[in-house]
C-alpha cells in the first residue's frame, strides 16, 4: 500500500492582501506557506530613513532588505491603537479598522510616502488606492490587519544582482512526516525585482512581502539536501523479507545506501539505493545488472512497516516484525 505524506502549506487568515500586492514568481512553486506565530520585529533596526552608503554607491540586497521590513508592515505589523476601532468595509462584509499609531503615518498620502523609501512611487500609490484594509476616518488612518506568519518552508537565499535588477532565489524546506522534520529537498522559488537607482539607492518598480522574511544566506546544517537523503535511506535501513510460494528472499540495507539481494541466502546481487528525495518515500535500487527499479516505504493494515514494489503487487516486510 503506497502512501504519500503531503504537508499542506498555507500562508495568511481571513482577509487576503492580495490586492495589496503583486509579484512574478518565474520559479515553480512547490508548495504554500505555514502560519505560525507572528515575527518578532520588534529589534528590526530604525527604517524611517534609507540605508546610507559610500557617496557614489549603493547595495541593492541591503534596500531589498529594508522593502521587506516596510512590507511586512504594510502587510500586518503597523502599529495600532486597538482601543480606538471603527467599522469599515472590505470585499462587502463590514470589518474592525484600528487606528494606526505608527510614527510618520496618520494619512493615507504618508502610507504612500512610506512604502515608496524603495519602491517606485507610482506602484505604492496603486496599491494603497486598490488596498481596501486602509482607510481614513475623519483625517486619521485606520488599518483592518491581516495576519501574516512565518513561512516554514523559506529554507535559505541566493541573491544575483545585475546592473538593474535583483534575482532572488528561495530554496525551499518541507516537513517530512516520517522523519518528524523539516529538510531541504531541492525545489527553488526564483523572483525578479526590476530596479532604478535613484539618489544612491534601489527603487524597485514593485514589492510584495516574501511571507517569513528572515533569510539564512546558506543551508541549515543537518537539514540540507544530503541530510535529507542519509535520514530517508535511514527509514529503511536493515533487512526485509518476502516468501514466493516455498523461496525465502531477503533485502539488506545498509545506512550508507548499500544492498545485498539474497533468495534462501544465497547472494543475487549487490547494488545501492537512492531516495527521491520527496515525501511519498520512493526509492530505487541500482546495481549492474538492473535500474530504477522503484519501490516505496509505506504501512500495512497494522501501520507496521513494510517496502511496496511492483505497484504494490509485490510486499516486503521487516524482519522479524511479522
Known amino acids: 500500500m503506497r502512501k504519500k505524506f503531503i504537508a499542506l502549506l ?6 487576503s492582501l492580495a490586492a495589496c500586492g503583486s509579484g512574478e514568481d518565474i520559479g515553480e512553486v512547490q508548495n504554500g506557506s505555514v502560519l505560525v506565530d507572528d515575527i518578532d520585529v520588534s529589534e528590526n533596526e530604525d527604517i524611517s ?10 547595495d ?8 521587506q521590513k516596510i512590507w511586512f508592515k504594510f502587510d ?52 494603497v ?3 481596501d484594509n486602509f482607510e481614513e476616518f475623519d483625517g486619521a488612518l485606520y488599518v483592518c490587519p491581516a495576519g501574516r506568519g512565518d513561512d516554514l518552508t523559506m529554507g535559505w537565499v541566493e541573491y544575483e544582482t545585475e546592473p ?6 528561495v530554496h525551499r524546506n518541507y516537513y517530512f512526516d516520517e522523519l518528524e522534520d523539516w529538510y531541504e529537498n531541492g525545489a527553488i522559488d526564483t523572483y525578479e525585482f526590476p530596479f532604478t537607482v535613484v539618489d544612491g539607492h534601489a527603487k524597485f518598480d514593485e514589492m510584495f512581502y ?34 514466493i510460494e516455498d523461496t525465502h528472499y531477503e533485502i539488506e540495507i545498509g545506512e550508507d545506501g548499500s544492498y545485498t539481494y539474497y533468495a534462501d541466502s544465497e547472494v543475487q546481487n549487490i547494488g545501492w539505493v537512492y531516495s527521491s528525495r520527496n515525501d511519498d518515500y520512493s526509492y530505487m535500487l541500482e546495481n549492474e545488472e538492473t535500474s530504477n527499479t522503484l519501490f516505496y516505504l509505506g504501512k500495512d493494515v497494522n501501520e507496521l ?5 511492483e505497484n504494490g503487487n509485490l510486499i516486503y516486510e521487516k524482519e522479524g516484525q511479522g
Not at 51 to 58: R, S, Y
Open 164 to 169: 538593474d535588477k535583483l534575482i532572488v532565489k
Open 10 to 15: 498555507m500562508c495568511g487568515l481571513m482577509i
Open 129 to 131: 488606492d486598490t488596498c
Open 49 to 58: 530613513e534609507p540605508v546610507q552608503t559610500a557617496a557614489g554607491e549603493f
Open 210 to 243: 516574501l511571507c517569513g522574511w528572515a533569510p539564512n544566506l546558506a543551508p541549515e546544517p543537518g537539514h540540507d539536501g544530503d541530510a535529507l537523503e542519509a535520514a530517508l535511506i535511514g527509514l529503511i535501513a536493515g533487512k526485509w523479507e518476502n516468501y
Open 76 to 127: 500586518s505589523g503597523l502599529e495600532c491603537d486597538y482601543e480606538d476601532i471603527r467599522q469599515g468595509d472590505i470585499a462587502g462584509y463590514e470589518a474592525d479598522f484600528y487606528r494606526v499609531t505608527e510614527p510618520g503615518i496618520g494619512t493615507l498620502d504618508d502610507l504612500k510616502n512610506y512604502l515608496s523609501m524603495y519602491v517606485d512611487e507610482g506602484f505604492a500609490a496603486g496599491l
Open 305 to 309: 512497516p513494510i517496502l511496496e514494489f
Open 60 to 67: 541593492c540586497i541591503a534596500d531589498f532588505n529594508e522593502a
